[in-house]
């Protein structure tokens, strides 16, 4: 449970601060298909427990996006981030048994990816997925400034129009005058 927490939170900050910076709305939109597709998916077949599956789809939202990134799994073992999901998928099978859960959080992960990115861009197709206007009003884009958390320092430098910058100093000696 806790790696799993571990993941959600490290993908998640990795979405947020990456395609989906200064754009809460899209990535709540994210979230919430994810989970209505989790949801239903779960009342059809039984599923009573859905942090495995919204879990495996944002990492597998992440590792699509990030497909030649290289990260790190347990014992220094590095490998390109698109095959993450499906190292975990078999890590979990041999760990657990089953698998059913992770499956379903890729194959749900996958129809979030290739209806927003894949099928517009690739193929040309027409966008089936676009972020309701409700979620900007509730959530509107971050538009220009400084990004993170606090406001950016104030200059030290005083505009007085002088030559010594606003202090008594005087002008000192000039090097290559006379």
Known sequence: YLILLYFLYSYST???TGLFDGKPADYLFLLVFNWLCLVLIGFII???LLMDPM???????WCQLNRD????????????A??????LLAFNMIIRGGGVQDIIGIIVGHLYFFLMFKYPQDFGGRRFLSTPEIFYKWFPNRRGGVAGFGMAPESRRRDDGGAGGGRPWGRGQQLGGN
């Open 14 to 16: 990795r979405l947020e």
């Open 46 to 48: 039984g599923l009573p």
């Open 55 to 61: 879990v495996m789809s944002v990492l597998y939202i």
């Open 69 to 80: 990134q290289i990260v790190s799994f347990w014992f220094g073992t590095q490998f390109k």
């Open 82 to 87: 698109m095959y993450l999901p499906w190292v």
